[in-house]
């Protein structure tokens, strides 16, 4: 298992996270390079693949929920079993399209954090090209299959 794996619990095709660049009580760094062979590259304009803005957004709030998890900020046991599920997605951009092949640098400010929700911000670069930016809420739920 790698170290997302760890913080996060999305598994391949779904997960949009390679790393934690940095975690922070106000900002999360991360990055993904999204790779030729993505599951949604085949049916997304397959003579012209680009990454769908929904999955920016998704790629966004799984940095944020990894950095917080990295950070330990939802207390104990209970923060690292702790699911987050998105409630609203709000002021949503897209800038720039993202090619297969291309590396995402999610930006993501914490906004507001408790044990039952999490207000975050985010911005998902190429270089130093914004692609896409987006506000969301995510609900906390410490209810987990079988516990």
């Known amino acids: 298992m790698n170290k997302i794996e760890e913080l996060l619990p ?3 095709p779904f997960l949009f996270v390679d790393e934690i660049i940095e975690a922070t009580r106000e900002r999360i760094l991360a990055r993904h ?4 062979g993505e599951f ?3 049916g997304h304009f397959p ?4 990454v769908p803005g929904v999955i920016l957004i998704e ?4 940095s944020g929920g990894a950095g917080l998890r990295q950070l330990g900020v939802l207390g104990g046991e209970a923060g690292k079993e702790a699911l987050f599920f998105l409630a609203s997605v709000d002021k949503v951009k897209f ?8 590396e ?8 507001r ?3 039952r929700m999490i207000k975050q911000a985010g911005r998902a670069y190429v270089g130093e090209e914004l692609a896409a930016e987006a506000e969301w809420l995510c609900l906390v739920s410490n209810d987990t299959p079988g516990g």
């Open 95 to 102: 800038r720039r399209q993202v090619r297969p092949g291309e």
């Open 10 to 12: 999305h598994r391949e």
């Open 40 to 42: 949604f590259f085949r």
């Open 59 to 62: 790629t966004m709030a799984q």
């Open 33 to 36: 390079v999204f790779t030729e």
């Open 104 to 111: 995402v640098r999610s930006e993501i400010q914490n906004l």
């Open 113 to 115: 954090i408790s044990s």
């Open 47 to 50: 003579q012209y693949p680009v």
